[in-house]
């Protein structure tokens, strides 16, 4: 079964801090999507990004940036220079790639808090 | 484009009644999924459909049913309410069956039982 840990609860930051989320999943699984999603308050996700499990680059958009490794089952994200907009609960999520097992198994959330 | 809507916002039932959303999924979308995130326990898979049938469920109740329309909207059903119900409600829609594919969630109902 799939599963999706997210350890940090809630994370305050002081403006322009840098804020790491660390993500850990477990799946049986060789091949899997690994997934951001980001919930403002008004309560919509919205996607960030999407990874493949052959696909282990890591990614930088912007002042966001993407920390996959394989070996440690770990799915790490990265905010730099925070500001207040970005003060919002983060998802990750996995999904398996067998067709017909569409379903996004998410991890709690981390609330980060951005404090001007 | 609109993206995914999502009817009522709010919603307030009392114990016993029934509830029922509803979701339009983008143009072109074929799949809808619905979420529940109640207080402190995350983001619970319910049940997704694509054209027409019900391709999945996660654990819940069967009183948690639903279905999806010829225009590929989709309505959620739960009967019998109980206080625990009280969650936001969201839906997603995507293209495909893939795992691979993007969900993109609407703003959610939010449902209230007292």
């Known amino acids: 079964a799939q599963k999706v840990t997210q350890a940090q609860t809630e994370i305050s930051v002081v403006e322009k801090e840098d804020v790491t989320l660390d993500c850990v999943y477990e799946t049986r699984d060789t091949t899997y999507y690994l997934f951001w999603y980001k919930q403002p308050p008004s309560g919509e996700l919205v996607f960030l990004i999407r990874r493949n499990s052959f696909d282990e680059q890591n990614e930088i958009s912007g002042r966001y940036s993407w920390n996959f490794q394989k070996s440690t089952s770990s799915f790490n994200f990265t905010i730099t220079a925070s500001q207040v907009v970005d003060s919002a609960v983060y998802f990750c999520a996995l999904s398996e790639a067998r067709e017909g097992n569409n379903r996004l198994a998410f991890g709690k959330g981390n609330q980060v808090v951005v404090i001007p | 484009e609109a993206g995914v809507t999502q009817s009522p916002t709010h919603l307030i039932k009392t114990r016993g009644q029934q509830a029922t959303l509803r979701c339009s999924p983008i143009?072109?979308?074929?799949?809808v999924y619905w979420y529940q995130q109640a207080l402190g326990l995350g983001l619970q898979f319910l049940l997704w459909y694509d054209e027409g049938e019900e391709r999945n469920r996660g654990n819940f109740p069967p009183r948690f049913s639903g279905r999806q329309f010829p225009n590929y909207s989709s309505e959620l059903n739960v009967n019998a309410l109980e206080l625990e119900d009280s969650a936001l409600y969201l839906c997603?829609?995507?293209?495909?069956?893939?795992?691979?594919?993007?969900?993109?969630f609407g703003a959610g109902s939010r449902l209230t039982v007292l």
């Open positions: 997603a829609s995507s293209s495909g069956l893939s795992g691979a594919n993007v969900l993109t």
């Open positions: 143009s072109g979308h074929t799949s």
